[in-house]
């Protein structure tokens, strides 16, 4: 679905940039400022060092006079709100609401989610224009979320209901190493426990089995094999040289 963030009269540029880095990590791209502090917030040294990379998504974003013109194209408004109205839209936690949304057979819509001041939050008018007020679930002790984690919150959650990322590896699976690489360090090892007194040829009962087996369990790559190997023939020279 297409999705929208909209910040209404932010006052400190590094939440514009927070905000943008955590929209980049989640794979959104489209912000929206509604009569911030700054005119030229998106330019400010402060903002581009907390965007922490995602320049592009402060090159594509709008600044805007009015919330009308940031709702343009939007179907769905979500606003953000942690205090609760007597009139307005319902309150719902994001996931419970994010489910509805894309439950199989719903509409595709486009969504915007609404954040105001830093020191104000949303105001009335504002919140009663959307659909949904979404609380994140916080301590009723101390609720209070910065904006650029609030924003983060909500970037996530939305995530994962369109399907999420898939967590990928931080390396690349180690290939495996085949029958006959193991077989050879296992005769290695064999001659190396044999010359420390560890395995004695004559009764060498299952020892050997055995350590096929824990070998095979662990799934050794090549690199691995040359390891142990290196530690077997490091057995050996230490064998002899005691001789």
């Given amino acids: 679905m297409k999705t929208r963030f909209i910040l209404i009269e932010t006052s400190h540029a590094?939440?514009?940039?927070?905000?943008?880095?955590?929209?980049?990590v989640m794979g959104f791209d489209e912000l929206v400022l509604v009569k911030p502090r700054w005119a030229?917030?998106?330019?400010?040294?402060?903002?581009?060092?907390?965007?922490?990379?995602?320049?592009?998504?402060?090159?594509?974003?709008?600044?805007?006079?009015t919330l009308d013109e940031a709702l343009d194209g939007v179907t769905h408004l979500c606003?953000?709100?942690?205090?609760?109205?007597?009139?307005?839209?319902?309150?719902?936690?994001?996931?419970?609401?994010f489910a509805e949304l894309t439950q199989p057979g719903a509409p595709e819509?486009?969504?915007a989610f609404?954040?105001?001041?830093?020191?104000?939050?949303?105001?009335?008018?504002?919140?009663?224009?959307?659909?949904?007020?979404?609380?994140?679930?916080?301590?009723?002790?101390?609720g209070s979320l910065n904006l650029g984690s609030a924003i983060q919150v909500i970037a996530y959650d939305w995530r994962e209901a369109l399907g999420g990322f898939p967590v990928q590896d931080v390396i690349d699976p180690a290939d495996k190493a085949d029958a006959q690489q193991v077989a050879g360090m296992l005769t290695h090892w064999e001659q190396a426990l044999t010359d420390i007194g560890f395995l004695d040829p004559a009764a060498p009962k299952k020892l050997m089995p055995r350590l096929?087996?824990?070998?095979n369990r662990a799934d050794l790559s090549p690199e691995e094999i040359?390891?142990?190997?290196?530690?077997?023939?490091a057995m050996i020279q230490t064998a002899q040289s005691k001789r």
């Fill in 114 to 142: 609404l954040f105001g001041s830093e020191r104000f939050g949303m105001k009335n008018e504002d919140v009663y224009r959307c659909h949904v007020a979404l609380s994140i679930p916080t301590n009723p002790k101390f």
């Fill in 109 to 111: 819509q486009s969504v």
């Fill in 212 to 215: 096929n087996q824990l070998f």
């Fill in 226 to 233: 040359h390891i142990l190997r290196g530690v077997a023939k």
């Fill in 79 to 97: 606003a953000t709100a942690m205090t609760p109205r007597d009139f307005g839209p319902p309150t719902r936690s994001p996931r419970e609401h």
């Fill in 40 to 65: 030229n917030v998106l330019r400010k040294e402060e903002t581009i060092q907390r965007a922490s990379g995602a320049n592009d998504v402060l090159d594509k974003a709008r600044v805007v006079e």
């Fill in 14 to 24: 590094g939440n514009v940039g927070a905000a943008a880095r955590a929209m980049k």
